[in-house]
C-alpha cells in the first residue's frame, strides 16, 4: 500500500469535515511541554447551533465531541494545547482514526473573551502561502497544503508565522453552556 494516497484520502475526509485548509501529518504539541487549563473543560455552544463538550480524563489531552445539532453529525477530536508566547494553540486531530489512517493535525488559535472563547483556524489564505513559500514539506490534498515536516520543523514554522494576526481564519465565539469543575 502506499502511503502518500492513504495520507491524500485522510486529507479530504478532514476537510470535508469541514475542519482547516491546513492540515500536518505530525503534531505540534509534544508531550513535555502540553499545557492544561480546566477552564476550557465543559460544554460550549457556538452561534452556528454546534455543541462541543470537552472533557479531560488523563490530563493534559482533551477529548473533544462535536455535535451538530441541525445535522446530528458527530466528530470525536483530542487535543493538546501548546504556548507560543503570549499564545495559546490547540493542536487538534481526530481520536478515531482507524487502522489505515494517518491522523491529520489541525491548529486552533485560542483565546479568552469575556465569558466565553474565542476560536480562529490558523488556516488563512496567507498562512496557507507561508507554508508554500518555506519550504516545508507538503502536498495538497484539495488543493489545500498538508505538511509532512516533522514536529521540530513545524513548531519552529508555527513560532514564525503562525502567532501572526494573518495567520488567523475567521473567529468563531463559544459561549459556555455549563462547565465542570475540575
Same mark, same amino acid.
Given at each position: 500500500?502506499?502511503?502518500?494516497?492513504v495520507l491524500a484520502l485522510s486529507a479530504a475526509a478532514l476537510f470535508l469535515a469541514g475542519c482547516s485548509d491546513v492540515l500536518s501529518t505530525e503534531p505540534l504539541a509534544m508531550e513535555d511541554d502540553t499545557l492544561?487549563?480546566?477552564?476550557?473543560?465543559?460544554?460550549?455552544?457556538d452561534q452556528d447551533d454546534t455543541v462541543? #463538550?470537552?472533557?479531560?480524563?488523563? +490530563? +493534559? @489531552?482533551?477529548?473533544?465531541?462535536?455535535i451538530g445539532t441541525n445535522e446530528g453529525d458527530k466528530h470525536h477530536l483530542r487535543g493538546?494545547?501548546?504556548?507560543?508566547?503570549?499564545?495559546?494553540?490547540?493542536? @487538534?486531530?481526530?481520536?478515531?482514526?482507524?487502522?489505515?489512517?494517518?491522523?491529520?493535525?489541525?491548529?486552533?488559535?485560542l483565546q479568552k473573551k469575556g465569558k466565553g472563547i474565542q476560536i480562529q483556524y490558523l488556516d488563512s489564505k496567507w498562512f496557507q502561502e507561508k507554508v508554500r513559500q518555506s519550504g516545508l514539506p507538503f502536498f495538497l490534498a484539495d488543493k489545500h497544503p498538508v505538511v509532512t515536516a516533522p514536529t521540530? #520543523?513545524?513548531?519552529?514554522?508555527?513560532?514564525?508565522?503562525? @502567532?501572526?494576526?494573518?495567520?488567523?481564519?475567521?473567529?468563531?465565539?463559544?459561549? +459556555?453552556?455549563? #462547565? #465542570?469543575?475540575p
Open positions: 500500500m502506499r502511503i502518500l494516497p492544561f487549563d480546566a477552564a476550557l473543560v465543559g460544554t460550549w455552544f462541543i #463538550k470537552v472533557t479531560s480524563a488523563q +490530563p +493534559p @489531552v482533551y477529548e473533544i465531541l462535536v493538546r494545547l501548546v504556548q507560543f508566547g503570549e499564545q495559546r494553540i490547540l493542536d @487538534v486531530t481526530d481520536a478515531d482514526a482507524g487502522l489505515y489512517s494517518i491522523q491529520g493535525h489541525v491548529w486552533i488559535y521540530a #520543523k513545524l513548531r519552529e514554522f508555527v513560532g514564525k508565522y503562525g @502567532v501572526q494576526p494573518e495567520a488567523r481564519g475567521g473567529a468563531l465565539e463559544l459561549v +459556555p453552556l455549563g #462547565k #465542570k469543575q
